[in-house]
């Protein structure tokens, strides 16, 4: 009967005979998926009675991606992974999971009912998250539009409009995106499932569950891990803790205190790789790897091992304390600055001992032949050309100097620091130290020194006055010999707070506003040497907490941050931003962080992970905010992904500061006044660089970031939908009250901290 006036309805109104059930209540939106699902040609498992023959297979996914996805794997056959769903037709989730597993995913509709049931089965109780900002996003309409637009594009019309009519019917699913910020710290940094080991330990009766519940709580106190905790607590001793792993997870268990490992079998495994999965390689037995890990269940690592290595992992288990101890010990820089000269002396007494190491040299050179000569290094590392390699990086160091240029001429060999953004001449010198000089500083950071026909790059990590500092080194060949640019970064150089970055109120604000979005994409953008990395790192630095997984892929790492897993670009290891990018998508990240966007491949899945829940902050070489679409768009991504993903875009640049003790008050000129866009009757003072002996005689001292802050709002958002001019962003944009970077850096001049010069360097057009 009922069927009959569906069918009625249908006829007369041409509606789509799923509308019309819809209407007439007979079915749910759920129903309607379930049967586009089996029209699809999805089966459908009853999980009530279905026995899942290996229990290690659930359990190749995390707990995050079953509970956000509502999905648990079943069923593993010939590198294929039945995977029960609740929604077969996520071609998100298939994807992460296929991300996760690296295995081909065949989909199978089930109850989700029974499905949580097996959640919970195999990853035991999830505490409700909770949370202040859940409601919030929850009563955004901005959010939820957005989400049905996703949903649109990725389903089709047909989908969409079925479930448009009902928009509470997508609450649970936003719900369970906007959750995601709020998880309990159930990964540690590597994205490992932390509370692993307890879960087994509760199964089996080793420990209960109250005692379990009581280690967590401490654990979220203290960070200690885990078996620490319960073997702290009385719980378990150590011993029988290690032999419980020992035989449940069917590894050996090593004792790894005091163990001598060759460095043969250390260089095997890269150090990054080592710290990030918390394994340190420990013999080599026929080719195959013995891996001491702390948790030898992560089929991740073993993966990364095996493909890094192409050895066949033979994992073991260790003591986690033991392993960091072990890498502390084997995964050092050995380099060191022999001398313990104090680098707090005046930058006078480096000058002498230059003078001096400089007639030595001069003394020496008249003595040898002539400048092709092959090197011998044991006659280097005592020869006083690696005191004066060595007084360079101190003298550069001294002088906060960013890079350090060795420059052969036609007659001579110049030595330049770039300090506060401008070259300054340091030294000039006879030619032919030139060999000697690359030699020592290609040895130190382990470049090819017979090899002088092409560009090389390398790093030296180097600890002066204390510090830790990293300097990347370029070798190019040029007409008059290998010329050397030094890029000198302070490890604990990025260490500064928001409010050091120079943000004007209202910009902090904007900033603050668009790093904590739970997620989406943010963009900051400027030539090199404009501070995005400065930016970035305090970005992240505000959002690391202990319950949320931050990885970085970098180029260089520029600055090592406690709590975030930073990895290094090695392209001749194959791993490039994208590569990073892809595996990082296994590793269950909240926040990911891509040095640059260089590529379209890079560029596409930084967006897709931004659409799949993740916040990711990436830098571009663009000239001002706006033009960032354009080039994402360029770059061949889809204006409507672009705009469902983007959060923010952060343009900036350094201009350097007046020196405090000589800048000269002045009254702006005709000119100037026009370019500072005064009123007529506006008085203002400005200032002048004049320079003094406290700022090497240049009128400035350091340097301030300006920004322009474009926060994507939801009429940003349809101008890049409709694929409009950069032009005409920025123009809404600036209506919407965004401070571009010329205006900002004029109140800076209005302000006393820049000059008109230094505006004019950055900011030469009116916007
Ligand atoms: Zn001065």
């Not at 992992?313 to 001398?339: G, H, M, R, T, W």
């Not at 962080?593 to 596409?604: L, N």
């Not at 705009?643 to 350094?654: H, K, N, P, Y």
Request: glycine share 6%; hydrophobic share 40%; aromatic share 4%.
């Amino acid at each position: 009967m009922i069927l009959k006036k569906a069918w009625d309805i249908q006829r007369e109104s041409n509606k789509n005979i799923e509308d019309v059930l819809l209407e007439l209540g007979l079915v749910s939106q759920k129903d309607i998926m379930h049967a586009n699902a089996v029209k699809m040609g999805i089966s459908f498992v009853d999980l009530s009675t279905y026995q899942i023959a290996d229990s290690s297979v659930p359990l190749l996914i995390t707990r995050n991606i079953a509970n956000r996805y509502k999905v648990i794997p079943i069923e593993k056959d010939n590198g294929v992974l039945t995977v029960a769903m609740s929604d077969p037709t996520d071609i998100f989730c298939i994807d992460d999971i296929r991300l996760a597993t690296a295995l081909e995913i065949k989909p199978v509709l089930a109850d989700v009912k029974e499905i949580e049931r097996l959640i919970i089965e195999y990853f035991g109780e999830e505490k409700k998250p909770q949370g202040p900002k859940l409601k919030v996003l929850k009563n955004d309409d901005v959010r939820k539009e957005e989400l049905l637009k996703m949903e649109e594009e990725l389903l089709g019309k047909d989908i969409y409009n079925n479930i448009k009519g009902d928009v509470e019917s997508i609450e649970p699913e936003l719900e369970v995106i906007t959750n995601k910020a709020f998880e309990q710290d159930n990964y540690n940094e590597s994205g490992i499932f932390k509370d692993k080991i307890g879960n087994i330990l509760v199964r089996a009766g080793v420990i209960t569950q109250e005692q379990l519940d009581n280690a967590l709580s401490i654990q979220r106190k203290t960070g200690e891990l885990i078996g620490k905790i319960l073997v702290k607590q009385g719980y378990i001793d150590r011993r029988s803790l290690y032999e419980f792993l020992q035989k449940q997870m069917g590894v050996e268990f090593v004792d790894i205190e005091g163990i001598e490992i060759g460095e043969d079998v250390i260089s095997l495994v890269s150090a990054n790789l080592a710290r990030t999965h918390k394994v340190i390689p420990i013999e080599n037995i026929d080719g195959n790897l013995k891996v001491a890990m702390s948790d030898p269940m992560n089929i991740f690592s073993i993966d990364d091992l095996r493909l890094t290595t192409g050895m066949e992992i033979i994992p073991c288990l260790a003591d986690e304390e033991q392993i960091l101890l072990q890498l502390d010990k084997y995964y050092k820089s050995d380099f060191k600055v022999l001398s313990a000269k104090d680098i707090e002396q005046k930058v006078a007494d480096l000058d002498e001992e230059i003078q001096k190491v400089q007639e030595k040299i001069a003394v020496e050179i008249t003595q040898t032949q002539e400048e092709d000569t092959t090197i011998d290094i044991s006659d280097l590392e005592n020869a006083p050309i690696v005191k004066m390699v060595n007084i360079i990086f101190q003298k550069a160091v001294a002088t906060r100097a960013s890079d350090i240029h060795i420059e052969p001429q036609e007659d001579c060999v110049l030595v330049r620091f770039r300090i506060d953004g401008q070259l300054v001449e340091i030294m000039r010198h006879d030619r032919k130290i030139v060999p000697s000089i690359v030699a020592r500083i290609k040895i130190i950071s382990g470049l090819n020194i017979a090899e002088k026909r092409v560009p090389q790059d390398g790093r030296i990590a180097i600890k002066i006055d204390d510090r830790d500092y990293d300097m990347r080194v370029s070798v190019l060949p040029t007409m008059f010999g290998e010329k050397i640019v030094i890029r000198i970064a302070d490890k604990q150089g990025f260490n500064v707070s928001k409010l050091d970055l120079g943000f004007f109120e209202d910009d902090l604000e904007k900033f603050d506003q668009i790093i904590s979005s739970p997620h989406g994409i943010v963009l900051v953008t400027g030539p090199t040497g404009s501070g995005k990395s400065t930016t970035l790192y305090t970005a992240l630095k505000e959002l690391c907490k202990p319950n949320v997984n931050i990885l970085t892929v970098e180029d260089p790492v520029e600055s090592t941050i406690k709590g975030i897993n930073q990895v290094q670009v090695n392209v001749k290891a194959g791993m490039t931003f994208a590569s990073a990018l892809r595996s990082f998508l296994r590793q269950d990240p909240d926040i990911i962080m891509v040095g640059e966007i260089r590529d379209a491949e890079t560029a596409e899945i930084a967006i897709r992970a931004a659409i799949t829940g993740h916040l990711v902050f990436s830098t571009l070489h663009t000239n001002d905010a706006a033009s960032s679409v354009t080039r994402m768009i360029d770059m061949g991504i889809e204006p409507f992904l672009l705009s469902s993903s983007l959060v923010g875009l952060i343009a900036q640049r350094l201009v350097r500061r007046l020196c405090p003790n000589c800048k000269e008050a002045i009254q702006p000129d005709m000119n100037e006044r026009d370019i500072l866009d005064l009123k007529e009757d506006e008085e203002v003072t400005i200032y002048r660089a004049k320079g003094c002996d406290q700022c090497n005689n240049t009128g400035y001292k350091g340097r301030i970031a300006v920004y322009e802050i474009l926060t994507v709002n939801r009429e940003i958002k349809e101008l890049i939908s409709k694929n409009v001019s950069s032009d005409i962003i920025k123009e809404a944009a600036i209506k919407m009250g965004m401070k571009t970077l010329r205006m900002n850096c004029t109140r800076l001049v209005k302000n006393g901290t820049t000059t008109i010069d230094e505006m004019l360097r950055i900011a030469y057009f009116k916007d």
